[in-house]
């Protein structure tokens, strides 16, 4: 309101998860803001349901120390290809299996 420029609002976390959709946006920040990261994300392939079910779970996990992805981030990020509509439930899965995976995490 006061038109300054304000300096970003900092937290500290164990886990961080991206389940921002399409864009996978906290990666997508990550990769560009730390290229020294490695991280890429090359987007979505083409609406594939039948196959992406089963590839977005099988791909949701860590995607380095403390950063996560689930749902449709998870097919931006590893270039997968999308569903065109959770259809089978696999956006539940995804969501189940990132937050078993971290609390194994954490526990270690």
């Not at 038109?3 to 900092?10: E, G, K, L, M, S």
């Amino acid at each position: 309101m006061a038109n300054i420029h304000t300096d970003p609002f900092f937290i500290e976390a164990k886990a961080v998860v991206d389940a921002t959709g399409h864009d996978a946006e906290v990666v997508a920040v990550a990769a560009r803001k730390n290229p020294d990261l490695g991280l890429k994300v090359p987007g979505e392939k083409s609406a594939y349901a039948s196959v992406a079910e089963d590839l977005v779970v099988k791909y949701t996990g860590r995607v380095m120390e403390g950063l996560y992805v689930t749902g449709m981030a998870v097919a931006a990020v590893y270039g997968l290809p999308r569903m065109g509509g959770p259809i089978f439930g696999s956006m539940i899965m995804s969501g189940k299996r990132v937050a078993e995976l971290i609390i194994s995490d954490l526990k270690r």
